[in-house]
């Protein structure tokens, strides 16, 4: 599907076709803002608006799973250094990682996508390694850290490391998820299903896999991995109003100027 919105326009076009709106799409305090009723309708969502509870509610079409794995087949699509393994917790089968080694998905290679995970921290610091592939100058990737009080937000293109964003967490040594969703530029990640971070890198990493990496003396159990498709509608927060509902885009001004999702 092709949409294309000009900003301050109420006409609009959805696969050639054009479309007249309610209210145009607009450059509100740094944020593009489309109309949601159509462009979720436009990519094959319901919306509906509740009056009386001032509640809004969309139906997405099913998402697109590309790999997941309860880990309970064994390790086969998995590279596991020395210091990680896979063995029951709490009835489950888990990875777990212990000092600094690493835990690589086999082969797998995506671009736009979303991995999310359960993961408890014993204790330490863990990576999530996302877009992670070898490059002409060596290994590529972003670097989500995670410990009880920090996750942060690191990329690297070879020997060249950038730190990119950085926000407080107060974990308790329980289970917790994280889901890191990526579209292009724009990176969000969840923990717990809050936003904790948001960030647009122009010099983004395009695609690769994913591995967790536990860091020095450091302990960590991840179980549930899942990698599903993303488009433009899962990188967003949603703004409700009565009447003429609106989406409000974090990460990208220019997306909604021409075509918003393809």
């Known amino acids: 599907k092709v949409i294309e919105l000009k900003i301050g326009s109420t006409e609009a076009r959805k696969d050639g076709d054009f479309i007249t ?29 509740n009056q009386g509870s001032q509640t809004l509610t969309t139906d997405s079409p099913v998402k697109k799973i590309l790999f997941s794995d309860n880990l309970e087949n064994g390790s086969s699509d998995w590279n596991l250094e020395e210091g990680w393994k896979i063995d029951k917790r709490e009835g489950n089968s888990v990875l777990i990682g212990n000092g600094h080694s690493w835990a690589r998905l086999k082969t797998n290679t995506w671009s736009n996508y979303s991995c999310k995970a359960k993961f408890k921290i014993v204790n330490g610091t863990m990576h999530v390694n996302y877009r992670m592939s070898e490059g002409p100058n060596g290994l590529n990737r972003y670097f989500i850290g995670v ?35 990526g579209y292009e530029k724009s990176i969000m990640i969840y923990i717990d299903d809050k936003l904790r971070l948001s960030y647009t890198d122009d010099n983004y990493i395009p695609n690769g896999s994913i591995g967790f990496e536990s860091m020095d003396s450091s302990s960590c159990f991840i179980d549930d991995v899942e990698i599903t498709e993303t488009n433009i509608t899962s990188l967003t927060d949603w703004k409700s109003t009565p009447g003429e ?8 001004q220019s997306v909604a100027d021409e075509i918003i999702a393809k």
């Open 147 to 181: 410990n009880k009080d920090e996750l942060y937000l690191n990329r690297q293109i070879g020997t060249q490391f950038s730190d990119l964003a950085d926000a407080s967490l107060d974990l308790d040594g329980n289970w917790h998820n994280i889901d890191i969703k």
């Open 245 to 252: 509902l609106t989406l409000v885009s974090k990460p990208s």
């Open 21 to 49: 709106l309610d209210a145009p799409a607009e450059i509100a305090g740094g944020r593009t803002m489309v109309p949601l009723r159509f462009v979720s309708e436009a990519l094959g969502a319901q919306v509906s608006w």
